[in-house]
């Protein structure tokens, strides 16, 4: 089933307090593709990214993982549902009390009952898949910021999750390493079959490895275009959307 | 290994769904026989073992994965198992024959992994670690003493108009030690009072000497408890909450942010925080004798036979205004020791959010037993000068 909806938000409007963030988001992410959260600054793409992985409920709409009424059910069944992400924090978000190892093996010994052993040697591939083998046994304060971000993706796949959110994947990163992430990411799509969310304003790195997302709009405060970047780039007459795919300056000064 | 087991596909039954497989055909074109499923959270993914292939240079292992089941990264994991053997014996990997998702993940992994990087955990030995010791501790109380003097000078220069401390941070720090604490602080000390007079009235009561409750109370609480009380609660109040502040500070870069625009922390951070605590604690440490001789009054009266005017007659006399210079002295320097150790703390601190617990949790321990062991040197010079 190659047009299976894994994701789906219906007019889901978020806000914090009396203050919208955006309102009337609609869309259906399939299954495998990796769907790109577009927009300026302060459009709210990490608020919706941060209400897909139930960080925060959202006042109006309906969002379903599956054909599981996310904010429908309660904190258990969150958390079951939860299961299935896997979430590459802007900075990778270690923890710093625990080695690089013990990051990664964490949620496997919250949740399942594998051996150290075992547990080891899962955290070894995960750590191999990223190239982050050597850093082990190292803290996240002794490593650099792209290798906390690898790291951050290695312990993303400890519970082989099949939907993975990535924000700012590429931020910080420079172009050959952030290069190298993008084939990583789109690897590990194809190996893993995984179904992956991004967010992002890195154009080349869109360009590259999105074949769907949203626009988001930080005036109007709604989505104002759907659909792959470079086809949005190519196709898109909205002045604001091919300003920002072609890094222009808008008619107002603003980049 | 040359035999030919044929499985048949009947997935039902579990002793199929165990992960299996066994390498079959000549040494040089061995073939890699994959059934059953591989899946990582049973937690049964067999290890390929280290001896599992001859050394045969040049040959090519392929694969057959059609009885595979499930599978995901379990699978992955004994395939990177046979990669590295394989590459040790000299054979290569026909990848063309694994299913792409495989192929494309087992490509990540590499033949010959980097050795994990080691702390090293050498012991020193142990006369070299008390010379370590010795030699931070000095440095520490040469590095205390100087942003001791820095914030002096800071505060000079502040006093002449010369240099920029803010005011709204000084009022903001002197809020925060100073009227927030008030009620710790009332509690703590109504409390320490109230126990010196139980104490005390029923050991008094038995020689008839009721009424010198007042007097054990008013001079424990000027002399000392008010005192030491209220500095062991700031230390651990204010104290924590600077050093994790200046920590956090330094965690997201802000420390480096000051030093770069020339902005003193001295003078920008310490003096505010230092300043505070020897402003309040003085008031802090009256109020908290107040409050302290308040529970003392309240056992006294309803336990003993005394009346309201006697005991308040008794605790006035019970010490001279010697006794409130000594007291009053002893907080200013507990707050200036406060102050000054848990920014130091804080500044000195790593830069993670464990660090920031580390030195919270540090400045209140060395704010604790620092306001003791000064206590109790104060307690020797009053000896000596007789006080």
Redesign the interface.
Known sequence: MPDQTVLSLRDITLSFGPKIIQKNISLDVRKGSIFAVMGGSGCGKSTLLKSMIGLLRPSAGEYHVGDENYWAGDEAHRAELNHRFGVLFQSGAL???MTIGENIALPLQMF????PA?IR??V???L??V?M?????????EISGGMRKRAGLARA?AL?PDILFFDEPSAGLDPITSARLDD?IL??R????ATIIIVSHELPSLFHIADDGIFLDPRTKTPIAHGSPRDLRDNCTDPQVHAFMHRERDEEGNT | MTDQTTTGPSAAQPADRMPQWHLQGEQTAPVMVLSGSWQ??A?N?P?FPKDGLKKAPGAHLSFQTSNLQVW???L??FL?DLKRVAHDAGISLDMQTLP???R??L????EV???????KTARTPFLETVGNHAIASMTEVGVVSELGALTAKGAVLTLLGRSRMRMIDLLANTADAGPYALLIVGIVNFLIGAILAFVGAVELQKFAAGIYVASLVGIAMVREMAAVMTAIIMAGRTGGAYAARISTMQGNEEIDALNVFGIPTSTYLILPAVLSLIITMPFLYLYGCLIGMLGGFVVAISMLDITAAGYFHQTVTAFGIGQFVFGFTKSLVFGAFIGLTSCRIGLKA??????VGIAATRAVVVGIVGVIAIDAIFAVIADVLGI
């Open positions: 923890w710093s009390s399942t009952d594998l051996k075992v040697r899962l070894e591939l995960k191999g898949f190239g083998l050597q850093a082990i046994d190292l803290y996240p304060s796949l082989d990583l690897n590990l194809d190996g893993l079959g | 990582a959270r937690g993914i290890v995901d990264t379990g992955v994991a990177w792409g998702p495989m494309q993940l490509e990540l992994l590499p992994p980097d050795e994990p990087v080691h702390h790593g830069r993670s959010a464990a660090d």
